[in-house]
């Protein structure tokens, strides 16, 4: 299903002159420098490709046929490859390997390219020269030892693999390949089709190989099955090979808008057919905050709040097609996550449904993290990867557990529930850094209404009756006066005593209300802070009068509903009131 949904996406694209998507046969690499040839085959130069200036200078991408996928092996790409295959130089590397590399190179333009075309036979007597073994003496060659090379005719536009004689040598190779073996495509369901011994390489998963990993895969002889080994285990055909993996790198390119990484997972999607909401999907991740608007021109600040529009539209579940236009909900739409696993990628998750379902699913989750925000400046729709770092050591993004980064994005895209170390790793924050920030408060009350089926407001409600609710409220009742009675106390009872009084408020709330007994008395002997003794004494009074007892201990659930009392208590200290 994924291999196929990736084909039709890669004929989609190719349908469409303006996607710069590869043809069969090619691929967009990265190419830093041309070798400038004479029409004798004489060195001219060497050309720097990269873009960019000073320090940050970056290959090229180029359309070059398509690169071998080489592993362990020595395989030649045709007319283009690094300094080791092209030169036969290379710094610190086994001068036997680079000799064979070299070689592989000038003999498959040797057998494949005739010498009546200019170019080619340049390239060809260039090879059979001594001058690239001078490139080496060049003041810029570590910069260029290990790149990537393509070849150029002095005076004449455009590249050498792009004449019109190296295409056809190329799809003369193309064509020698085609008859290694033959079979059904699993993809296309098409019969006789020449199929792949090894798929091309995928790249763009952060924390996998630079080179490139794959998805399909079988190299060791317990994969082998009925004398099949390698890719033809599951056979796909070279054409079917090269479009789901072409499609999967374009949607992992560098600055793709189709790519979202969270913690090790790259989440990439498409639809079905040309829709806005491949553009948008991003968004959903990371939300545009009001605060970054403002700085923004016009048009900006319009498209950003139409897209503000659309998230408050999916999060009361109201119709968006009337916000983007050209938006069809009924539309297919495909999620891919992929992880590293040394040489090949984890699926860790797939889904496939409508875009009315999808967004329903995403606007349930915003509707769940609901609540009230503790600063102004705090986005209304919480990204999914600042929530993450909720749950991290330090706050960094990469101290997020992978797992938990998977099972959130899983849940946001599924409407399943949230993974179940999610509670046990907030509460662990909140005891580590004694803070219970809007996005923990959030992610606390998302947990406890999806997984746990509790009813959990927005803002401070005094007519609830959950004796961890009430306990939270009014732990938040008993530091707020202490602050007023020791206004310059380096620590409150928030510092040392809030996971002790969420977890065992037996054995605490007895302490903390002798504390807060001497904290009204001081607050009492100040005139001007008469009245605000007389309020949190009501207060508290009040909260107590609706439960019994104070618990031994508490479970993580009520924990949760615990801090989320402290946090709309502390909330409501700080809203103004009419």
């Known amino acids: 299903m994924i291999l196929q949904a990736l084909n039709s996406y890669y004929e989609r694209l190719a349908d469409d002159p303006g996607s710069g998507i590869p043809p069969f046969g090619t691929s967009m690499e990265n190419i830093s420098f041309a070798v400038v040839l004479a029409a004798d085959g004489a060195l001219r130069g060497v050309e720097d490709l990269r873009e960019g200036s000073g320090n940050q200078l970056r290959p090229r991408k180029l359309l070059v046929p398509a690169a071998e996928k080489k592993a362990s092996g020595i395989k030649a790409n045709f007319l283009w490859d690094n300094t080791t295959y092209v030169l036969g130089l290379s710094d610190g590397a086994n001068p036997e390997r680079i000799e064979k590399c070299h070689a592989a190179f000038i003999k498959q333009i040797q057998e494949n390219c005739p010498d009546k075309d200019p170019g080619l036979k340049?390239?060809?007597a260039f090879l059979a020269g001594t001058e690239a073994k001078t490139i080496a003496d060049r003041e810029d060659w570590p910069e260029i030892s290990g790149s990537n090379l393509v070849f150029r005719l002095d005076g004449v536009p455009g590249f050498i693999h792009e004449r019109p004689a190296a295409r056809s040598a190329w799809e003369v190779c193309l064509a020698k390949r085609a008859t290694?073996?033959?079979?059904?495509?699993?993809?296309?369901?098409?019969?006789?089709?020449?199929?792949?011994?090894?798929?091309?390489?995928?790249?763009?998963?952060r924390g996998a190989q630079s080179s490139g990993a794959s998805i399909v895969s079988f190299n060791l002889p317990a994969f082998a099955s009925y004398g099949k080994e390698q890719s033809f285990n599951a056979p796909v055909g070279q054409k079917g090979a090269f479009s789901y993996t072409t499609a999967l790198n374009a949607l992992l390119a560098a600055?793709?808008?189709?790519?979202?990484?969270i913690g090790d997972t790259s989440l990439v999607f498409w639809a079905e057919c040309a829709s806005p909401a491949e553009a948008l999907l991003a968004d959903f991740f990371e939300p545009p905050e009001e605060a970054a608007a403002e700085s923004q021109s016009v048009d900006d600040r319009q498209t950003a709040q139409k897209i503000r529009d659309f998230f408050l539209?999916?999060?009361?579940?109201?119709?968006?097609?009337?916000?983007?236009?050209g938006l069809d909900e009924s539309v297919r739409f495909y999620i891919l996550g992929l992880a590293p696993n040394a040489a090949r990628l984890s699926v860790r998750f797939w889904e496939a449904n409508s875009l009315g379902d999808l967004l329903g699913r995403i606007g349930q989750h915003f509707k769940q993290l609901e609540i009230a925000r503790q600063f102004d400046n705090e986005p209304d729709f919480p990204p999914l990867w600042r929530l993450l770092c909720q749950t991290a050591p330090l706050g960094k993004s990469e101290n997020i557990s992978p797992v938990?980064?998977?099972?959130?994005?899983r849940a946001m895209l599924t409407g399943g529930n949230y993974p179940q170390n999610l509670l046990p790793q907030v509460l662990a924050r909140i005891r580590s850094e004694h803070s219970v920030t809007y996005f923990r408060a959030a992610l606390l009350k998302a947990y406890l209404m999806r997984n746990k089926q509790l009813e959990v407001p927005m803002a401070l409600n005094p007519e609830r009756t959950d004796r961890p609710y009430l306990l939270g409220r009014l732990f938040a009742v008993l530091e707020k006066a202490q602050e007023e009675a020791v206004p310059n106390s380096n620590a409150?009872?928030?510092d040392k005593y809030l996971a002790?009084?969420?977890?065992?408020p037996g054995q605490v709330f007895h302490m903390l209300l002798k504390n807060y007994a001497n904290h009204i008395a001081k607050l009492r002997k100040e005139p001007e802070k008469i009245g605000w003794a007389k309020y949190y004494e009501s207060m508290a009074q009040d909260i107590i009068a609706g439960f019994d007892d104070y618990p031994a201990t508490m479970k993580a659930e009520e924990q949760g509903l615990f801090m989320i009392g402290y946090y709309h208590q502390r909330k409501d200290f700080f809203t103004k009131k009419n």
Not at 255 to 261: C, I, L
Not at 404 to 409: K, N, P, R, T, V
Not at 500 to 504: V, Y
């Open 313 to 325: 539209a999916i999060r009361s579940g109201r119709s968006v097609s009337d916000i983007i236009p």
């Open 500 to 504: 002790s009084a969420s977890a065992t």
């Open 122 to 124: 340049a390239v060809l």
């Open 404 to 409: 938990l980064a998977g099972g959130m994005a």
């Open 180 to 205: 290694e073996a033959v079979g059904q495509c699993l993809i296309t369901g098409k019969e006789s089709q020449p199929l792949a011994r090894l798929h091309p390489s995928i790249k763009g998963v």
């Open 492 to 494: 409150t009872i928030k």
């Open 255 to 261: 600055g793709s808008r189709q790519k979202v990484v």
